[in-house]
C-alpha cells in the first residue's frame, strides 16, 4: 500500500482534530490531505467516512493534479480535491492541508470580514487578521481558485459560512494552525459575551 506511514498520520490527525471539535459534527466535517516530498503523490482522507473510525487503507492516493493512484474499490476521493491538489501546484513548499467545518471560527465569521488576534498564538501561528472570503460552492474549480488565491496573504482562512482551511509544511504545523484558529475564534465569542474585545497590541509581533 503507498504512503503507509503518511496514510496513518492523516488518520491520527483526523482523530486529533475530532478531539478538538473541529471536524466531527456530522461525523466528517471538513478533509485533511498530505503531499509526500519525495514522490509528489498526494493522500487524502476519502468521501463520506466517518473521520473518528477511519483506518489508513480508507485513506485516497492520487497525483497532484487528482488522479486516483490508490484506492479501495468502494473509496473515492474528497470532494473537495481539487482545492487540495490545486493548493499542492500552487504552493511548492505546502505539504499539508487541513480543511474543517469548526464551529467557532465558522460562526464568528459570518459576522466579521475577519478574525482579528485577541492572543498571541493566533499572530504567531497564522496571521494578526485571519481572512475571510465570502461563501463559493464546495467541491467547484471555482472554490479551489479562491481558496488557492487568498493563501497566498495568510496560512489559513476561512470561507463564509463553510468553514476553514490551513496549510504548512508538515502536517504537525498544519494542525496547530486549524486548532488555534479555532481556539481564537473560541476565545473571541466568550470575549464578545461579555464585552467588546480588546484586541493584541499593534505593538507586539511576530519573530522574523
Not at 78 to 104: G, K, Q
Not at 115 to 141: K, W
Amino acid at each position: 500500500m503507498k504512503l503507509q506511514s503518511i496514510r496513518e498520520q492523516i488518520v491520527d490527525a483526523c482523530h486529533d482534530l475530532c478531539r478538538n471539535n473541529l471536524m466531527c459534527n456530522l461525523g466528517a466535517g471538513g478533509n485533511v490531505s498530505v503531499r509526500d516530498p519525495e514522490t509528489g503523490l498526494v493522500a487524502l482522507t476519502p468521501s463520506q467516512v466517518r473521520y473518528d473510525t477511519m483506518t489508513a487503507e480508507d485513506i485516497v492516493v492520487t497525483d497532484v493534479n487528482g488522479t486516483v493512484i490508490e484506492a479501495l474499490d468502494h473509496r473515492v476521493p474528497t470532494s473537495e480535491l481539487a482545492t487540495h491538489t490545486m493548493i499542492y501546484r500552487e504552493f511548492s513548499d505546502i505539504h499539508a492541508v487541513v480543511h474543517a467545518h469548526a464551529p467557532f471560527i465558522t460562526a464568528v465569521t459570518t459576522v466579521e470580514d475577519g478574525l482579528p488576534a485577541l492572543n498571541y498564538e493566533q499572530l504567531y501561528f497564522i496571521s494578526r487578521v485571519l481572512p475571510v472570503i465570502p461563501f463559493v460552492m464546495p467541491g467547484t474549480d471555482e472554490m479551489a481558485e479562491k481558496v488557492s488565491a487568498a493563501l497566498k496573504q495568510s496560512s489559513a482562512i476561512v470561507i463564509r459560512n463553510h468553514g476553514l482551511f490551513a496549510i504548512g509544511g508538515s502536517l504537525a504545523e498544519t494542525v496547530v494552525r486549524a486548532v488555534v484558529a479555532e481556539d481564537a475564534a473560541r476565545l473571541y465569542v466568550y470575549a464578545r459575551s461579555i464585552g467588546q474585545p480588546k484586541l493584541l497590541p499593534e505593538d507586539v509581533k511576530k519573530p522574523a
